[in-house]
């Protein structure tokens, strides 16, 4: 065979090889999309979007159907949301949008989505409680502080020093209860003063709290993954007391303690989901929704429809799904969100 | 040596040629080809830097190098800022940095930063592409940068100094003193950078500067070998790096409060000895790394501490012409803290290697075994087998065939919380193949030595199970064993050469075709399967163009990068990028000393770009810097 012919087969071979090239760019999913939102059925899902990429989003689900509209804060205003949406509040037809890498939170009106303001001047915000008509509070992950806004002029205001990282709030007869993913304790914040007046000692790591039908504080603590396993504390907010603590297995990280409709049943994540009644005495021993292989990451409760809302954020890098479940956890259904979607709000609730 | 680069040393480094005018070699020094530090492994394609691209850019990181010259893509986070290597479509742990012989990467996150490599500290630099974990161990999965020291006996003394000034970044110095006799040769190379990186970008239509991203440090390295005779000899090399940067905000981001330290001291001690068909070599290693982290964002600062010791004795053989055996240990030990872990860690691994070669008229073939034992005893058995052969004087091949893995970084087992102590290494296979053309011969102009023309085209293969990631568990974040991956692609390269009397001029152009998707998953409804991994371009192409005439000498540089996938279901991707650049030298000699002026144009077309996603890239920037070297005229010695 001739150079030329050797030649001339190999570069037919690599050209061959070259003609099945991939594509690099996404098919196109461009649509035309329409966002009305709901007062009485809608619900807006956070979507964190990777740590560090500025692609948090906000979807909007309807309450019916399989689809929803994906990163509607965008729509609306013509720009990003930021880095890790973590949370959403809504306070007097507004929206709070805590997005914590970004260290804003962005203020919407609660139905149009329309950018009414940007509050700044925190360090690494989480939740957002109101606790009177003009007054807020944030929970902070690295400032080892709890911050006052003002709820008209959208600014910090103030400080309440608190060790370690403040996470979710409930406000209950005057004071506001801290819980902390970096100690083994309940903050209590007295909300006319703002002082620090109390620390509950209950388990490592509270990342989530809730109030039940007989005004008992339910705290969920997730660990360390280490020494400290996963556990679950009822406290008696009257007087300060833990009146049950029920501890998980090791290597078990519980989070995202919602409550039902009427407060008498509980929720959360521990890989599956669980239930159990506010009279139980033990840990459920079998999952109310076994998630097959998803990654659970976010939970809520819609009042409206009895319905379990659970995202699965599948690797944390591609968008997300959400999954609704009846109150016997049969799967009604599921939506489309964006990347890492976390935090639910419906919007009647 | 490759002829090209003989060729180039010859003809485009007037500095180092009349250099050596004077010299004259009085011992005719046994080098130890055999060991693995010292020979191309069999079937493996490789890469050595030209001295003439690496001379041009001596102020600038191994980053900037490999980003410009070859087929790897840089995940760069921004000028100063973290750079990390992909290649042939694995993550940036796949791909070793070796100082002569010995890995970089920081044992407790497995990262090689190669922004802290600076290009002045180096001057034998070289790719080799594809797994060979049954050679280099964890870690060699897609490729091995290799960072070797030059010893240069009855060397000229002579002082080279440099410094650089760029617009958007600072200024860089660097400078090598070196020293010779017929016994011991020495040198003294360091490096300072002082930049604010205060660069203009542009983000939404608004022009922005970076703030808070200064990059301040220094490095000296210092290479030190005594012969006792032509066969054996002795070297001690040290090397001290301290970097001192501030993380600059994302793009999102007001404000970053965040600042890195990193604090590096590394000592090797490397006996060689060689006997007429037998060879050993005695290398060991001890470094010391600390790397402070902190911003607002933390509860407290993060102090990551690790001591490594490193002993490897190979001893290879010569049992005819055709045959050569070579056999090794390595003894690795690790002592590793930090703020994240509840004690200290030690892991102890041990490895013994054993390869043969056989080789006869223009075909060689090199089956090579590798096992591993540790306290965590989990590495699996690795193999490979390399072939090459020259078919006619325009045409050769080479293949090869290996076990890959990778195992755990100690943050990966211990971190707190989060660690998993059962985590299984990284581990598959990988293959490759590539086809080496001589176009003038081809061509039956091989009449004037002057022109040389190549090319090479290598397609790869590789499957890598256990893939390692993290992932958040509520609030904590944790590694499994996530996924399988599948890479193949090619890479094609081709060099042009001409040289005159007038002129010199060279011409490479290299194209990377890349695909490496997820095979499978643990993650139910994972839609990242099928799909190309993030960050990893599936298109890199570029070129570079150098001519010299006379004092002046012109470099032109084109890089193209690819879409990149930014989300795993390949839904939201960067933008590829058209990089540029233009380099002026101009030389002069007075008396026995060489001169030489440069200015550089880096993103001459002004192109507004991502590498990573919220890292915003300097628009058009301008460098100027001088190189001087002077030279102690030398007596001969003979």
């Known amino acids: ?349 | 040596m490759q002829k090209p680069l003989f060729i180039f040393l010859l003809l485009f480094f007037p500095l180092l040629t009349q250099g050596q005018t004077d010299s004259t070699i009085t011992l005719k020094i046994v080098e130890i080809n055999s060991v693995r530090l010292f020979s191309k492994a069999t079937g493996f394609s490789e890469t050595k830097i030209d001295s003439i691209s690496l001379s041009k850019i001596k102020d600038q990181s191994l980053g900037y190098l490999l980003s410009q010259n070859t087929s790897a893509f840089i995940k760069n986070y921004g000028p100063g800022a973290l750079s990390s290597i992909t290649l042939r479509g694995g993550s940036a742990y796949h791909t070793l940095v070796l100082w002569n012989g010995f890995s970089l990467a920081n044992p407790m996150n497995g990262v090689m930063d190669v922004s802290l490599i600076p290009l002045s500290l180096f001057e034998n630099i070289s790719i080799q592409y594809g797994g060979s974990s049954s050679q280099w161990g964890s870690g060699a999965i897609s490729g091995a940068i290799h960072l070797n020291d030059n010893t240069n006996f009855n060397q000229q003394s002579s002082v080279r100094i440099g410094t650089r000034f760029n617009s958007s970044s600072g200024l860089v110095s660097f400078g090598k003193f070196s020293f010779g006799t017929s016994k011991f040769s020495s040198t003294l190379k360091y490096f300072q950078v002082n930049e604010n990186n205060n660069y203009k970008f542009e983000l939404n239509g608004l022009s922005k500067t970076q703030t808070h991203a200064n990059n301040n440090g220094y490095g000296i390295i210092s290479e030190n070998t005594y012969l006792f005779n032509a066969t054996t000899n002795i070297s001690f090399n040290f090397w001290h790096q301290y970097s001192n940067r501030q993380i600059a905000p994302l793009a999102s981001q007001i404000n970053s409060s965040a600042v890195q330290r990193d604090n590096n001291l590394r000592y090797s001690l490397i006996y060689k000895t060689s006997k007429k068909k037998s060879g050993f070599i005695f290398r060991n290693a001890f470094f010391n790394e600390s790397i402070y982290y902190n911003d607002n964002s933390l509860l407290y600062p993060s102090l990551s501490l690790c001591k490594t010791f490193i002993s490897e004795p190979e001893y290879s053989i010569s049992i005819n012409h055709f045959h050569t055996l070579q056999a090794g240990l390595n003894l690795t030990k690790t002592r590793a803290i930090t703020t994240e872990y509840i004690d200290h860690k030690t892991i102890s691994r041990e490895a013994i290697f054993l390869s043969y070669k056989f080789s006869k008229h223009n075909f060689s073939v090199s089956p090579s075994v590798r096992k591993e034992y540790s306290n965590l005893n989990t590495a699996p058995l690795t193999y490979s087998i390399g072939l090459e052969q020259t078919l006619t004087n325009w045409l050769s091949y080479s293949g090869n065939y290996n076990t890959i893995y990778r195992n755990p970084q100690i943050n990966d087992l211990y971190w707190n919380p989060g660690g998993n102590i059962n985590l299984l290494p990284e581990s598959g296979h990988s293959e490759d193949g590539t086809l080496s053309i001589d176009v003038i011969r081809l061509m039956d102009i091989t009449k004037n030595d002057s022109t040389h023309a190549s090319f090479e085209f290598t397609f790869f293969n590789k499957n890598i199970d256990n893939w390692i990631a993290w992932t958040p568990r509520g609030n904590i974040w944790y590694p499994m064993n996530i996924k399988s991956v599948h890479s193949y692609g090619s890479e094609t390269f081709i060099h042009l050469l001409k040289t005159n009397k007038f002129l010199s001029a060279k011409f490479d152009l290299f194209y990377a075709y890349t695909i490496s998707e997820t095979t499978s998953s643990r993650i139910g409804n994972d839609a990242s399967v099928n799909k190309q991994l993030i960050y990893v371009p599936i298109h890199k192409a570029g070129f570079n163009f150098f001519i010299n005439y006379k004092s002046y000498s012109l470099t032109y540089n084109f890089t193209y990068t690819g879409n990149r996938f930014t989300s795993t279901d390949n839904l939201e991707f960067l933008v590829a990028n058209k990089i540029h650049s233009l380099q002026i030298d101009y030389s002069f000699q007075l008396k026995n000393n060489q001169f030489s002026l440069f200015t550089r144009i880096d993103n001459l077309f002004n192109e507004k770009y991502f590498v990573v996603a919220n890292r915003p890239q300097p628009l058009r920037n301008y460098g100027f810097g001088i190189v001087m070297q002077f030279n102690k005229k030398q007596t001969k010695i003979n």
């Not at chain 1, 979007?49 to 909007?60: C, D, H, I, T, W």
């Not at chain 1, 709820?151 to 400080?159: A, D, E, F, M, R």
């Open chain 1, 1 to 349: 065979m001739s150079k030329m012919k050797i030649t001339s087969l190999l570069f037919s071979a690599i050209i061959l090889f070259f003609g099945s090239c991939k594509k690099d760019t996404p098919a196109d999913t461009t649509s035309t999309v329409i966002f009305n939102a709901s007062s009485t059925t809608g619900a807006y899902i956070a979507n964190e979007g990777q740590f560090n990429n500025n692609n948090a989003s906000l979807s909007y689900y309807s309450g019916s159907g399989n689809s929803s509209t994906t990163d509607v804060y965008n729509l609306v205003n013509n720009s990003t949301l930021g880095d890790i949406a973590q949370s959403l509040t809504k306070i007097n037809n507004k929206l709070f949008i805590v997005v914590n890498n970004s260290t804003k939170i962005e203020v919407t009106d609660l139905i149009t989505l329309k950018k009414i303001a940007t509050i700044t001047g925190l360090t690494s915000p989480r939740y957002l409680l109101p606790v009177t008509t003009n007054k807020a509070y944030v929970s902070d992950l690295s400032s080892g502080t709890v911050s006052i806004i003002n709820l008209s002029s959208y600014s910090v205001t103030g400080t309440i020093p608190i060790t370690g990282s403040s996470e979710q709030m409930v406000y209950y007869n005057g004071k506001v209860y801290v819980t902390n993913i970096a100690t083994s304790y309940l903050y209590v914040i007295d909300a006319a003063t703002d002082n620090l007046t109390d620390s509950i000692l209950i388990g490592y790591g509270g990342n989530s709290i809730s109030i039940d039908k007989n005004n008992k504080l339910w705290v969920l603590c997730g660990g360390d993954f280490s020494a400290n396993t996963s556990t679950l504390h009822k406290v008696n907010p009257s007087n300060g007391l833990v009146e049950m603590s029920l501890t998980f297995a090791p290597s078990t990280y519980a989070s995202r303690l919602n409550m039902n409709d009427v407060k008498d049943e509980l929720y959360f994540l521990n890989t599956n989901v669980y239930k159990m009644s506010i009279n139980d005495t033990s840990l459920p021993t079998t999952e109310f929704i076994n998630a097959n292989g998803k990654s659970f990451y976010g939970l809520g409760y819609n009042n409206t429809s009895n319905q379990i809302y659970v995202s699965d954020a599948i690797d944390f890098q591609q968008s997300g799904r959400v999954y609704r479940y009846n109150e016997n956890g049969t799967e009604l259904g599921n939506f489309g969100a964006g990347i890492s979607p976390g935090y639910f709000l419906f919007l009647n609730n």
